[in-house]
């Protein structure tokens, strides 16, 4: 299987809470990062967490990590219009650098 | 605070050319990693320099190549370019032997005809 998985669309109503969702296999890695990517544009990190943390909160983002299933979760709070775009899950490995999903394509609808 | 900036945003080759990329990182970082992003996938590792040296490498044929400068810019040039090349190329940048994520640019779309 992948390196990293993710579900590869969300939809969600503008004000609701979005859940992406990620699992990865790599055990060692110290941090996983949350990136966003809108339509032809680089990668925005959104938060990242170290491994030893449980929950991480920044503003309207919470990240979630069970570490034992090595699940890794973002969730977006009042989600709006602006947040609709792909969302990666990543974590670092070697001298960070950074193994990638194939991203979940978040649409939030008015 | 400049981040990290890329050039050219756009490119179209030929299959059998040479390309050359070319990436600033973000102030007070020296460390610059370059990733390919084929459309619909996430961004494969292709390598990473500090100190002017390739200090790791992923999964990709040594027609990939790169070069870092004293000023950290670095450049990534692809021999005999494939169809298969196409993508989005994108350079992100940190600070070496520290936790601090990495930062991209936005990168350079090349397509091969």
């Known amino acids: 299987g992948e390196d990293v998985e993710q579900s590869l669309f969300l939809s969600v109503r503008e004000g609701d809470s979005s859940v992406i969702n990620c699992t990865y296999t790599?055990?060692?890695?110290?941090?996983l990062y949350w990136y966003k990517q809108e339509p032809g544009a680089g990668l925005q990190l959104l938060t990242y967490i170290f491994s030893n943390m449980d929950m991480k909160q920044d503003q309207r983002l919470t990240v979630l990590l069970n570490k034992k299933d090595k699940h890794l979760s973002l969730r977006i709070a009042d989600t709006q219009t602006g947040d609709s775009a792909i969302y990666f899950c990543?974590?670092?490995?070697?001298?960070?650098?950074?193994?990638f999903g194939k991203g979940t394509m978040l649409l939030v609808s008015p | 605070d400049a981040g990290v900036t890329q050039s050219p945003t756009h490119l179209i080759k030929t299959r059998g050319q040479q390309v050359t990329l070319r990436c600033s990182p973000k102030?007070?970082?020296?460390?610059v990693s370059w990733y390919q992003q084929a459309l619909g996938q996430g961004p494969q590792f292709i390598f990473q320099?500090?100190?002017?040296?390739?200090?790791q490498r992923g999964n990709f044929p040594d027609r990939f190549s790169g070069h870092q400068f004293p000023n950290y810019s670095s450049e990534l040039n692809v021999n005999a370019l494939l169809l298969g090349d196409s993508a989005l190329y994108l350079c992100a940048s940190s600070l070496g032997n520290s936790n601090q994520p990495q930062h991209f640019g936005d990168g350079t779309r090349l397509s091969i005809l």
């Open positions: 790599d055990s060692s890695s110290t941090y």
């Open positions: 990543a974590y670092n490995s070697g001298y960070s650098t950074l193994t």
């Open positions: 102030s007070g970082h020296d460390t």
């Open positions: 320099y500090y100190e002017e040296e390739e200090r």
